[in-house]
């Protein structure tokens, strides 16, 4: 039902008998009861009956045919400052789709869904390819009945990131991936590139049913098996350039040299991965000739792991040692041989001195970012160091 002067009928949520008449120019008339003073048109005073008395008809009157902007403006307790705002929103021009599409893709999941029930142009929008790109389904638990509806009708082919987060010791249909469900997701998104998963189970998800296109893998707090890298040679194996393994203890040495061995890989970040140690790091070297970018962080590694890392790794662009706890001023002057190194990361305990770390400074052409942690050093002595190297920024984090 709608308001009398849109579709003639009775106005919704009056009540029994309590009817709206036409708008006569003056005025809304009912049968029962007086109206409220704020619900007559601005201009003019309101009798007992309930008529309007005097005043001139408001500018947003609705008529038999007008629009629901119409009718809001002139509708009873509207005001007149409401009437100057209706006006100046009608008059105010609609963001573009473009605009609208990439405020869409920043959105979260459920707000994207929710907007696409907004209006059929929203819907439509919220279904374009663009707001689909980069999906994060981390802040939510989902099952993977769940997970198969987004990938067979949401997920489209120009979809690019993919974060989700299962759930750790997870057995049987609670398990989030599955050989059946990533096959549907490699045939469903060939542009997948990035994927991202928190908390999955993967003890019974083979490495090589990973989507064949993925190059960027990060992997926090998962479950793996202990040969979840080792392929079958007649398989082709992912081709991962760019991995990220956060808070993983079962990650050992012998997971390290299984992926460094198949894959060309250009970023190797290790966090929480107590299981890698000084051989190897070792073993590992020779095939990562090519690494541009290395993270370790809570790794068991020594002066060893950095003699063969300045030996095999000279690609080096960026460079990170935390929780270092046992590494030397030996271990330190070996990477002086990467030449390409931009950015260095330390942290700096007693078996380290600010000297040898001057040294490299002095010996390496491109280094223009150091920080320093660890060790408290005061403010004078770090201008000083400054003002020696002037191309090269230094900042010291506690």
């Known amino acids: ?65 007008g629009t629901c902007e119409a009718a809001l403006a002139g509708r009873a307790g509207a005001g007149e ?75 489209p082919d120009s979809l690019s990131t993919l974060r989700m987060r299962g759930a750790p010791r997870s057995g049987g249909k609670q398990r989030l991936l599955s050989p059946a469900l990533l096959a549907a997701l490699r045939k469903r998104c060939p542009q997948l590139h990035r994927l991202c998963l928190t908390e999955t189970d993967l003890r019974h998800v083979p490495y090589e049913s990973m989507p064949a296109s993925v ?51 250009k970023t190797l970040s290790l966090c929480g991965t107590y299981g890698v140690t000084d051989m190897g790091i070792q073993a590992a070297a020779p095939h990562l000739e090519e690494l541009e970018r290395l993270t370790l962080r809570h790794c068991i590694i020594g002066d060893a792991a950095m003699v063969f890392i300045g030996r095999h790794m000279k690609q080096l662009r960026y460079l990170e040692i935390s929780n270092a706890y046992f590494l030397t001023n030996r271990g330190l ?31 390496l052409p491109r280094l223009n970012h150091l920080k320093l942690g660890g060790t408290c050093f005061e403010d004078e002595l770090l201008g000083k160091i400054q003002e020696n190297f002037p191309h090269c920024t230094i900042s010291h984090t506690l």
């Open 215 to 265: 190059t960027t893998l990060e992997l926090s707090l998962c479950d793996i098996p202990d040969a979840w890298f080792c392929v079958s040679p007649s398989v082709p194996p992912p081709q991962v350039q760019h991995l990220a393994i956060d808070s993983i203890p079962t990650f050992s040495d012998h997971h390290l040299l299984d992926i460094s061995s198949q894959n060309h890989l």
């Open 333 to 363: 002057v070996a990477i002086v041989t990467l030449e390409h190194l931009e950015t260095l990361c330390l942290d700096l305990y007693d078996l380290v001195s600010l000297g040898t770390v001057i040294a490299l400074l002095q010996v």
């Open 81 to 155: 400052g409401f009437v100057v705002a209706t006006a100046a929103m009608a008059a105010r021009p609609a963001l573009p789709d473009s605009v609208l599409v990439q405020v869409l893709a920043l959105l979260p999941l459920r707000d994207r869904l929710r907007a696409a029930r907004v209006c059929r142009r929203w819907q439509q929008l919220a279904q374009d390819r663009a707001v689909w790109t980069h999906v994060d389904l981390s802040p939510h638990r989902i099952s993977r009945r769940t997970l198969w509806h987004l990938v067979r009708h949401r997920l």
């Open 1 to 65: 039902m709608g308001w009398w002067g849109v579709t003639g009928q009775e106005a919704p949520g009056r009540g029994h008998g309590n009817k709206w008449h036409k708008w006569d120019g003056r005025g809304w008339m009912r049968h029962r009861g007086s109206m409220r003073r704020s619900e007559a048109a601005p201009g003019g005073a309101v009798g007992k009956k309930g008529v309007k008395q005097g005043g001139p008809e408001p500018s947003g009157a609705p008529g038999p045919t």
